[in-house]
């Protein structure tokens, strides 16, 4: 699963990677700073979009924004 964010720095990667490891702790997390969307790519987890919405509150809740990036996978 890969969630757009808007981190923009490591301190803000830090933030978003605990707070979504508090909800999925087995999941596995990188974000990538050095990309346009800033993207979190997360391994573990069903693609779908129950799982998404659960990622994007806890990023949320870290005071962050993030959006599913679906690629076509808006119906599972």
Known sequence: MD???NAKC???VAAIKQAVKRKFPDAD????LE???KVLH???LPEDSEHAAQVESAIKEAG???SWLT???ENK
């Open 10 to 12: 490591q301190d803000c």
């Open 71 to 73: 690629r076509g996978l």
């Open 35 to 37: 990309t346009t969307d």
């Open 64 to 66: 962050f924004q993030g």
């Open 3 to 5: 969630i757009k964010t």
């Open 29 to 32: 997390l990188k974000l990538v």
């Open 42 to 44: 997360i391994h573990g």
